[in-house]
Nanobody
Framework: VQLQASGGGLVQTGGSLRLSCAAS????????IGWFRQAPGKEREFVAA???????YYADSVKGRFTISRDNAKNIVYLQMISLNSEDTAVYYC??????????????????WGQGTQVTVSS
């Protein structure tokens, strides 16, 4: 069972990136998939999550700028990020689990984790 996050990179303020989370060894649509991020010296924080195909959750800091989606045929979950700013600089991780609504924003609710992809936003 493996999750592979990719798509990170260096982008200027106001730019966009699309992150991908690809699964191998299990079927993504049986799980909720969350994106978390960790900036240097900070705790890993919730960014977004998707349960099923239409139930989505976002951190207040990214609402309106980030969009999570899934392609079950490809077994991939995407995180489209626009209007990026320096506060979005972090390593982004995708994670799989079966959280309930009250725990979907908690990293402890997820038990499969990808290796992370670096997003750097320069001013």
């Amino acid at each position: 069972v493996q999750l592979q996050a990719s798509g990170g990179g260096l982008v200027q303020t106001g730019g966009s990136l699309r992150l991908s989370c690809a699964a191998s060894g299990f079927t993504l649509d049986y799980y909720a998939i969350g994106w978390f991020r960790q900036a240097p010296g900070k705790e890993r924080e919730f960014v977004a999550a998707i349960r099923g195909t239409s139930t989505k959750y976002y951190a207040d800091s990214v609402k309106g700028r980030f969009t999570i989606s899934r392609d079950n045929a490809k077994n991939i979950v995407y995180l489209q990020m626009i209007s990026l700013n320096s506060e979005d600089t972090a390593v982004y991780y995708c994670a799989g689990g079966r959280p309930i609504t009250s725990t979907v924003r908690q990293r402890e609710a997820y038990y499969y984790w990808g290796q992370g992809t670096q997003v750097t936003v320069s001013s």
